[in-house]
């Protein structure tokens, strides 16, 4: 007997755990219902998504987000952006938001690999819903071209191409903390590491360049990036206050904690609302 009760106290463990797959948090380290998120998101012009690119409880709550923001505003005042197309994609995405043919979108352009079943879904809601998608995200080879040789490359670039980047010279802080970051993991990769937070933030400006002019036709922006781009209030956010000061921004970022039911310090004042995922959560791709 006393054998049988040894082998069985484990799984009685396993079963008296409580299984959480997220919470969301508001930056003070609050529990807050995506209701109540909602609500003071629907007051801000922009709300930029930071995700983890092959998280599914990012991906859903993504796509709960544009469903209700199309109940509250008129949707085709609403912009809905993605750092996964890049501004020579632009004619392609267009496109595909005439004649819905994917086939000749897969085609003629270098989808993530997880497009299909992350982005597409949303993607194709926002279309028929009638909003507006739009890329915004530099040209890959241009930001390798700056991590490589510096903004100085750039100049060489023809004008109609230079007009797809935040315009030249743009500002950069090498003060914020994610940039700071950045020069101090270049070093360590023995390359430069002004370059290595420069070809990152030649995106960040990019992006929030297309967003900005966004506004000339939408009242209302959802903009989905990997959470760095717009962690503790910098990258994007950053940006989109130099070009547009007043804009009203709200910030979401998506973590992961092996105990979701707490946040943790580290990830305090992250964004508005932190989406704290359990990091056994399954991945995407």
């Not at 009638?130 to 080879?141: E, L, M, Q, V, W």
């Not at 002004?194 to 009242?219: E, G, P, R, Y």
Request: charged residues 20%; positive net charge.
């Amino acid at each position: 007997m006393k054998w049988i009760l040894i082998a069985l106290f484990p799984t009685v463990l396993v079963f008296g755990q409580k299984l959480e797959a997220y919470k969301i948090y508001n930056s003070k380290g609050k529990v807050i219902s995506f209701e109540k998120m909602m609500k003071t998101l629907d007051q801000k012009e922009l709300i930029l998504f930071g995700e983890y690119h092959d998280n599914p409880i990012a991906h859903w709550l993504e796509f709960e987000v544009l469903l209700n923001l199309n109940k509250t505003n008129n949707p085709a005042k609403i912009g809905v952006g993605f750092e996964m197309f890049e501004m020579h994609q632009v004619a392609n995405l267009a496109a595909y938001t005439q004649d819905l043919n994917y086939t000749k979108l897969k085609d003629s352009t270098n989808l993530w690999s997880n497009f299909k079943t992350d982005y597409k879904p949303l993607l194709d809601t926002a279309i028929r819903f009638g909003n507006k998608p739009f890329a915004a995200n530099i040209t890959r080879k241009y930001a390798r071209l700056v991590f490589k040789k510096g903004l100085v490359a750039l100049d060489t670039l023809p004008d109609a191409e230079k007009r797809t980047i935040a315009p030249l010279p743009f500002p950069f802080d090498s003060t914020l903390s994610q940039y700071a970051e950045l020069i101090t993991m270049g070093k360590e990769m023995h390359q430069s590491g002004v370059n290595f937070a420069l070809s990152q933030a030649i995106k960040d400006a990019t992006m929030a360049h297309h967003i900005v002019q966004q506004f000339n036709v939408c009242s209302k922006v959802l903009f989905l990036n990997g959470s760095f781009h717009s962690d503790f209030h910098q990258g994007i956010f950053w940006y989109v206050h130099q070009y547009r000061p007043k804009t009203t921004i709200g910030t979401i970022s998506t973590t992961s904690q092996a105990d979701v039911s707490k946040l943790d310090k580290a990830n305090f004042n992250r964004a508005d609302f932190i989406v704290v995922v359990n990091q056994n959560m399954t991945s995407t791709h």
